[in-house]
Structure formats: structure tokens, C-alpha cells
DNA sequence: CAACAGGGGACAC
DNA sequence: GTGTCCCCTGTT
């Protein structure tokens, strides 16, 4: 086990913000998060965070899934004072983090997000782990599914996606795998390209619209800048922001502004 | 039982 | 850019 002590860290904010899908609460102060094929079990009093899990996996993943080596004060600090409407937004999700997520798995998830609520999805992501990917047994000896590589879904049917009710969406699923599979998109040369360039490519990818885009960007591609604009975020920016949202003081850091925004609208 | 909405997107105009 | 369909599933 590993204890640290952390500034703008909350693991509850974290796991109702919605970025991951396969983070739950399974205690009090304890949560899982499944990512690729890693488990992890963690809890939380205050600011000190317990870590279950070797150190090696500490320090080569768990820090930079978690965004841990960047002071999340100076985002909650750019806030706008006379914002009134962002500043209690920051104030809201101030523990909140970019978690630095599985390309891959950000493009399947969000592909399955559309139209559909969060514990579907969660369930959708649970059938597909389940069926294809790889079963392993962490450290501390819990079984769990790894997320399915882009092989497995690729030799997968429509049908059999279907059975995991992806509905509609396995179509999207079943192509992008094996576009991927095939070389057709380079995951890797998306990780050196702009924002903007990145978000055009993945624009390309059957299923794929700006809102999708976005959140794979942004979760995916630890691109701070995306902005994903669903129905509630669509809501809140008429309601607060009628002349647009101050893009151009929050540039580079837009996509975390979006995050508080979001979870503000979902917990007030 | 029917209606409806849930973190959209494709496609045709 | 607007409208229409998609036709999924859980909830009301």
C-alpha cells in the first residue's frame, strides 16, 4: 500500500465526474477503477490517499492516470472572480481531475455513450469486458475483466455486441475496431498530433460526431482544451454564458473549466 | 400497455 | 444548418 497526501484530490467528485466508466465506490472512503487491463482499490479520509497496489504501478501508471503531478489550484485560480456562475462551479468540483485514460478504450466508451445514460453505459462496458476481454486477478486478488483489445472486438459480430446491448452502437464498435485493426487509423500518431488535427481524425471514425470527439480528446488524448458540449453543458452555457463562453481566457485549459461546469450542473 | 428520454450521430436536403 | 431517422433500453 502506498499513502499520499494530495491537494484538489477528490475520489468522490472524481468518480460521479463520469470520465471513467469502470470507477465505482465500493465502500465508504473506498473506490475501484479498472483501466486497460490494470486494477487498482483505493481509498480516501481528507487529503490522504491510499494506493493498493505494487509501487512500481504507483509510479508508472497510477500518477499520470491520475494527473498527479499537476497543481489543479492553478485551474480553480484562473477562474474569473466575477464569474460568479464558474467560480461556485471550481468551488463544487474543486477535487476533480483530468484522469489521463486509454485512447482506445476513451474512443469504444464514448462510442457507447451516445444517446444512453451513465449506468448503461457502465453495464455495456461491463458485457463487452466480460465477453472479450482478457480475465486476470489483481495484486490484492480480485478478479476483474480487462478492457478488450482492438483484436478481440474485431473478431466479435455485430450480433455478439448486440448481446451485450450496445444496440445500434455495435456497428460503431464492431468498424472502429477493426479499423483500427487494420491500420486504417494510427492510435499512436494521434497522441503527437494538435487538438485540432487529432479531433479531425477522429471525426472520420464511423460514430464518431464533435461531441464524442471531444471527450475522446479530452480524456484520451489529455488535450485540456476540448470542450465537449452535451445537452446539460448545451443548457448550462444558454442559461450562464448568452455571449459564449470565455474561450479565449480559458484556452488550454477549456476542457477542465467544462468538467467543473459539468459536474456543478450534475450535483447542484 | 404506451410514451418518453437518455452525456448523439448519420444522412439527405 | 435543419430535419429526420436510428429503433437501443430502462423508466414513468
Not at 473506490?31 to 509501487?55: H, W
Not at 455486441?161 to 494510427?186: H, M, P, W
Not at 484520451?220 to 455571449?243: E, M, N, S, W
Request: hydrophobic share 35%.
Amino acid at each position: 500500500m502506498l499513502t499520499i497526501e494530495m491537494d484538489n484530490f477528490d475520489l468522490g467528485q472524481i468518480c460521479r465526474s463520469g470520465q471513467c466508466f469502470r470507477m465505482d465506490q465500493i465502500g465508504d472512503d473506498r473506490y475501484r477503477v479498472i483501466a486497460g487491463d490494470k486494477y487498482l482499490e483505493l481509498t480516501q479520509e481528507r487529503g490522504i490517499v491510499n494506493f493498493f497496489c505494487p509501487e512500481e504501478d504507483f509510479i508508472f501508471f497510477w500518477i499520470r492516470y491520475f494527473d498527479l503531478d499537476c497543481d489543479y489550484s492553478e485551474y480553480i485560480n484562473m477562474i474569473n472572480p466575477r464569474d460568479k456562475y464558474l467560480t461556485a462551479a471550481g468551488e463544487m468540483g474543486s477535487g476533480i481531475r483530468i484522469l489521463q485514460q486509454d485512447l482506445w478504450e476513451m474512443i469504444i466508451s464514448f462510442l457507447i455513450s451516445q444517446q444512453n445514460n451513465i449506468t448503461r453505459i457502465k453495464k455495456c462496458i461491463e458485457n463487452i469486458s466480460r465477453e472479450f476481454g482478457v480475465r486476470k486477478t489483481s495484486s490484492t486478488g480480485a478478479e476483474y475483466y480487462a478492457f478488450p483489445t482492438a483484436e478481440a472486438l474485431a473478431l466479435a459480430t455485430e450480433e455478439q455486441l448486440r448481446e451485450c446491448n450496445l444496440g445500434y452502437r455495435a456497428k460503431y464498435v464492431l468498424d472502429t475496431a477493426r479499423k483500427v485493426c487494420f491500420g486504417d487509423i494510427s492510435l499512436n500518431s494521434l497522441h503527437d498530433m494538435t487538438y485540432k488535427a487529432a479531433r479531425k481524425e477522429l471525426l472520420g471514425l464511423y460514430g464518431v460526431g464533435e461531441k464524442v470527439a471531444d471527450c475522446i480528446c479530452l480524456f484520451g488524448l489529455h488535450q485540456l482544451d476540448a470542450f465537449p458540449v452535451d445537452t446539460h453543458i448545451r443548457q448550462a452555457l444558454d442559461a450562464h454564458y448568452k455571449r459564449g463562453f470565455p474561450n479565449r481566457r480559458y484556452k488550454g485549459c477549456r476542457g477542465v473549466m467544462q468538467q467543473y461546469i459539468f459536474y456543478y450542473e450534475l450535483m447542484k
